[in-house]
């Protein structure tokens, strides 16, 4: 089993930029896909980044597409979200999730039900 631990997350103003890391507890990280996923008071959880367990792929949300980066260290265990141009609806608490299928290298990230091992989440939030 995977143990997911987010942090780096803050307040920081409009335009500003933070990066929030995943630290993971298992010998078989290197070898699941992971995602980051959002949610906001009275919203559904958003997907919005994710990596090949290879790192050889990744893919965003539309809301976040060429404002963050997803890379992911398997040497250390650690994911990382590089968040630039913040914006006010950035504001949720981000979480990190572990793929349920090992050495998967397809598309299909991007729902939540895909990921069954899931971090405490970290609180990001843009002032405006």
């Known amino acids: 089993q995977v143990q997911l631990v987010e942090s780096g997350g803050g307040l920081v103003q409009a335009g500003g930029s933070l990066r929030l890391s995943c630290s993971a507890s298992?010998?078989?990280?290197?070898?699941?896909?992971m995602g980051w996923f959002r949610q906001a008071p009275g919203k559904e959880r958003e997907f919005v980044a994710a990596i090949t367990w290879s790192g050889g792929s990744t893919y965003y949300g539309n809301s976040v597409k060429g404002r963050f980066t997803i890379s992911r260290d398997n040497a250390n265990y650690v994911v990382y979200l590089q968040m630039n141009s913040l914006r006010p609806e950035d504001t949720a608490v981000y979480y990190c999730?572990?793929?349920?299928?090992?050495?998967?290298?397809?598309?299909?990230?991007?729902?939540?039900?895909?990921?069954?091992?899931w971090g405490q989440g970290t609180q990001v939030t843009v002032s405006s």
């Open positions: 999730a572990s793929d349920k299928r090992i050495y998967y290298s397809g598309s299909a990230l991007q729902g939540a039900d895909e990921y069954d091992s």
């Open positions: 298992g010998r078989l990280f290197s070898h699941y896909s």
